[in-house]
């Protein structure tokens, strides 16, 4: 809304602002998400399903195809933003045009992967998909001068991944030692596995922004 605002009023460099604004905030909480569906997706699944017909080989594939969808988080996440100067500008072909190509594209890898890799091609596929529509709209949005990124955007990614990567790094080895810490546990132990991994994920990404920013 702040955009189209923005736009109606004249004021395009206030609108580029607001949606630098927009991208950082949806990062800011979509990359701890992002870095625990890829570092510990098997922890995740068998601390939420694994339990009477959902047994760990189920969960493991449902974690193979959480981190197939995970690839794409970030174009799932900032297409919103992206697109919406060609909405506030009644450009509605343009978004339209990317997601039609983005389709296509998702269609194809599905049907070429579904049969190798089963449901976890069926999520790759829409991931490749999100990120084609994603590059699309980016590219015309920027040729179009309807996108530009400050550099407090530029700075804010560059902390951003570093407190991703190192949240990523303490879960990496935080994940046997607790699984480790915990097997002997009779009741819940997949439970208290994921709720000690994401405290300790949650309070390291949440110090590291907060320190850095």
């Known amino acids: 809304p702040e955009m189209t605002h923005r736009i109606a009023a004249g004021d395009d460099a206030g609108a580029r602002s607001a949606q630098n604004r927009a991208i950082e905030f949806a990062l800011l909480l979509a990359i701890p998400c992002i870095v625990a569906f890829l570092v510990v997706p098997d922890v995740i699944m068998r601390?939420?399903?694994?339990?009477?017909?959902?047994?760990a080989e189920d969960a493991?594939?449902?974690?193979?195809?959480?981190?197939a969808y995970t690839?794409?988080?970030?174009?799932?996440?900032?297409?919103?933003?992206?697109v919406a100067p060609f909405l506030a500008r009644g450009d509605t072909f343009t978004p339209?045009?990317?997601a039609l190509i983005g389709t296509a594209v998702n269609i194809v890898f599905k049907i070429a992967l579904m049969g190798p890799l089963a449901q976890v091609g069926l999520a790759l596929a829409t991931s490749i998909g999100a990120w084609i529509n994603f590059a699309l709209v980016l590219y015309w949005a920027s040729r179009a001068r309807h996108i530009a990124f400050d550099a407090t955007l530029k700075s804010s990614l560059i902390r951003l991944f570093g407190a991703g990567l190192a949240?990523?790094?303490v879960l990496l080895f935080a994940a046997p030692v607790v699984a480790k810490m915990l097997s002997s546990v009779a009741k819940f132990r997949?439970?208290?596995?994921?709720?000690v991994l994401v405290l300790l994920?949650?309070?390291?990404?949440?110090?590291?922004?907060?320190a850095l920013f």
Do not use: Q
Request: glycine letters at 12%; a positive charge; proline letters at 2%.
């Open 47 to 55: 601390g939420l399903f694994m339990r009477g017909r959902f047994t």
């Open 60 to 67: 493991h594939a449902a974690a193979l195809t959480l981190m």
């Open 71 to 82: 690839v794409g988080l970030v174009p799932f996440v900032l297409i919103r933003s992206t």
């Open 96 to 98: 339209m045009k990317a």
């Open 167 to 169: 949240m990523a790094v």
């Open 190 to 195: 997949n439970e208290s596995e994921l709720l």
């Open 201 to 210: 994920g949650g309070v390291v990404y949440g110090a590291l922004v907060v």
